[in-house]
């Protein structure tokens, strides 16, 4: 799986790919990586479980003057810091979100580690997105939830590599909500999404990871 989130007009597009072993090469997948200085990821579950290996994936963009590269728990920049040229003149480096050009067409690109394409090792590539109607900077849990707002998902790359806080149920969202944002972790899904998914009953007959 990968993340990649595009801006436009509002909306938040996150893609990803699944299963392991797989590379999102174009939008550019970060493999769970945030701003390591390394090469090999720091944290395999940040975001999503990937199973992929530490060394895959890209980080974030980065924007601001030369020599101040994004750092460990910086906040995520807001639409106008991240496309304020006076941004980069105050020494100050944000994360920004990859810009398009309404109507033009992406070309979509990934890596499969093994082997496709026989009668021996077939492969079915399965692409997944899910929007946001929300806006990023929005931190009060009840302003998104009520007014017919639609999906909850607030998409984040967050600032640090650790790995969000799941509710034990669908009545602990909101403090959850409120708990990740302040310790600044990303989010790849609505709090809630965690909930109801560990509250479903599993499909039986299907085969189990980890």
């Known amino acids: 799986m990968s993340l990649l989130r595009f801006s436009t007009t509002g909306l938040l597009f996150l893609f990803g790919v699944g299963n392991c072993d797989q590379y ?3 939008p550019k997948g970060s493999n769970n990586r945030l701003n390591e200085k390394s090469a090999n990821r720091a944290n395999g579950n940040r975001m999503f479980d ?3 290996n530490n060394r895959g994936g890209y980080n974030v963009g980065e924007t601001g003057e030369a020599g101040t ?25 944000f994360q920004y979100n990859m810009a398009y050009q309404e ?7 990934w890596t499969s580690q093994h082997g496709c394409g026989n009668a021996m090792n077939n492969c079915n590539m399965v692409i997944q997105f899910a929007c946001d109607n929300n806006n990023k900077d929005t931190t009060n849990f009840d302003s998104l939830t009520d007014k017919g ?10 600032g640090n590599t650790q790995t969000p806080d799941e509710p034990g ?8 909500f409120a708990n990740n944002n302040n310790n600044n972790r990303g989010r790849h899904e609505s709090e809630e999404f965690y909930a ?15």
């Not at 994004?70 to 003149?89: H, I, K, R, S, V």
């Not at 707002?149 to 967050?158: F, H, K, N, P, Q």
């Not at 149920?169 to 959850?176: E, K, L, V």
């Open 24 to 26: 999102m090469q174009n």
């Open 169 to 176: 149920n669908i009545g602990n969202a909101a403090q959850t």
């Open 103 to 109: 109507g033009s067409e992406l070309r979509m690109t």
């Open 69 to 93: 590269a994004f750092q460990e728990n910086n906040a995520e920049g807001t639409d106008n810091q991240m496309w304020d040229p006076a941004t980069a003149l105050g020494g100050q480096s």
């Open 196 to 210: 109801m998914c560990k509250a479903r009953t599993r499909n039986q007959g299907l085969f189990t990871a980890d």
């Open 50 to 52: 990937s199973q992929n």
């Open 149 to 158: 707002l639609g999906i909850r998902a607030t998409l984040r790359d967050g």
